[in-house]
Each structure stands twice: as C-alpha cells, then as structure tokens.
C-alpha cells in the first residue's frame, strides 16, 4: 500500500472524528458522553500526526503508525456501539477501520 493511501486514510479518519465530536455536542444523548468525546478526540489527534510523521518521511513513522492504528480500533469500535441510531458514528467507524487497516499494512512495510 502506498504511504499516501495511508495518509489519506488517516486524513479522513482525522476528519471524520473530529466531525463527530462536533456532531455529538450538537446531538446530546449517548453520542455526547465525555468517554466517547475523548476517544474521538484522541483518536483525531493521533490520525493528524500520523499523517504528519509520514508527509514528512520521519524514520519513525511505523511507531506512531503502530499506535494509530490501535486507537482507531477502539474508537471505530466505540462509534459501532451507537451506529444503528447514529448515521455519522458508523461513518466514523468504518473511516476508522479504513484507517487502522492502512496504518498496519504500512507497518508491515
């Protein structure tokens, strides 16, 4: 898989978390627990440096990789818990798992 499949991956995840963060403030209910907020939260913040560690051809980009790729499991995970009463939660999910899937291969890399 090409390093730039891998960045847009995480560019999306990136996107799609952070709307969602958004999405859920405006919504309350389950998508606006402070537990599901930092997950999206952490997990928009470590797609963007992923993507920044590749952009820039760090040597240690597999490492950051590694763990975004965790982070986005558990966070596509958590969205999948709400997403047959939240359209943007299983967006966010599968841009998620989208996102841990290219993180890996790269690793593998």
Do not use: Y
């Not at 991956?9 to 919504?27: K, N, P, W, Y």
């Not at 928009?44 to 440096?49: C, G, L, P, S, Y």
């Not at 709400?82 to 967006?91: C, G, I, N």
């Amino acid at each position: 898989m090409p390093l730039s499949d891998t960045i847009d991956a995480c560019d999306l995840a990136h996107r799609a978390c952070t709307e969602s963060v958004i999405h859920g403030m405006q919504q309350g209910g389950h998508s606006a627990e402070w537990e599901l907020i930092q997950l999206l939260l952490d997990c928009a913040d470590i797609n963007e440096t992923a993507a920044d560690f590749m952009l820039r051809s760090s040597r240690l980009h597999h490492l950051i990789c590694q763990v975004t790729a965790e982070i986005n499991d558990k966070c596509a995970s958590a969205c999948e818990k709400l997403s047959k009463e939240d359209v943007r939660l299983k967006e966010c999910a599968e841009a998620c798992r989208r996102a841990a899937t290219a993180c890996r291969k790269t690793v593998k890399n």
